[in-house]
């Protein structure tokens, strides 16, 4: 059971424009979401975050939006950069299980 | 830089052999995590630690042990690695007060 979901295993967007990678969740107890960006042979950086009391969360070019009625959450990156390419997750948690739940992950590609 | 060091990087080992990796943490945090990644699955929990002595199971525990006899040091032993087994390890901290883990740089492990 898959509580958590990226259901878009690629992106490819050109230098400059919007990147929106996009995740699912189905466990309404989730109180707190993450995202984190993951280069190769390279430890998971974490990038943003939202609490479910929000709806929106910026920081710089990094914005996450919540839906909660539909369970889902979005990163956008504007402008995008060739060094954004990389592995985006969205994880979830409940604040009681101290545990983040991860999707499947996200490749996205920036071309110059 | 999270203070985390993870060893050893890479591993080759044969089918039915005992393997342990070790996750190292400066920050003296009292929560630490094993997580595996895996192609289509991104990262599952397999252990994680609440203190000195406390461990629990994640959702992929089979196969696995751990034990945390100091602060600073978690360590996941395969008793008897499989192929299945073959993955990239990645050991993680979590401060206290909050919901972000920060990972270390990552185990290869290949079991042939």
């Known amino acids: 059971d898959q509580q958590v979901k990226q259901n878009s295993p690629s992106l490819s967007v050109q230098e400059g424009r919007i990147s929106i990678l996009n995740c699912d969740y189905t466990?309404?107890?989730?109180?707190?979401f993450l995202w984190y960006k993951k280069y190769p042979a390279e430890g998971p950086t974490f990038l943003i975050s939202i609490s479910s009391i929000k709806d929106k969360n910026e920081d710089g070019r990094f914005t996450v939006f919540l839906n909660k009625s539909a369970k889902h959450l979005s990163l956008h990156i504007v402008p995008s950069q060739p060094g954004d390419s990389a592995v985006y997750f969205c994880?979830?948690?409940?604040?009681?299980?101290?545990?983040?739940?991860f999707g499947q992950g996200t490749t996205l590609q920036v071309k110059p | 830089d999270a203070g985390i060091t993870q060893s050893p990087r890479h591993k080759v080992t044969e089918t039915g052999t005992p393997v342990t990796l070790r996750c190292h943490q400066t920050e003296n945090h009292r929560y630490m995590y094993w997580y595996r990644q895996d192609p289509g699955h991104g990262l599952r929990l397999i252990h994680y630690?609440?203190?000195?002595?406390?461990?629990d199971k994640g959702e992929v525990s089979d196969g696995y042990s751990v034990s945390r006899s100091k602060t600073e040091d978690f360590l996941l032993t395969l008793e008897s690695a499989t192929s299945s087994q073959t993955s990239v390890y990645f050991c993680a901290i979590k401060p206290g007060h909050a919901y972000e883990q920060y990972f270390g740089p990552g185990t290869r492990l290949t079991v042939t």
């Open positions: 466990n309404s107890m989730f109180d707190y």
């Open positions: 994880a979830s948690s409940a604040r009681d299980t101290g545990k983040l739940i």
């Open positions: 630690s609440y203190g000195v002595k406390d461990t």
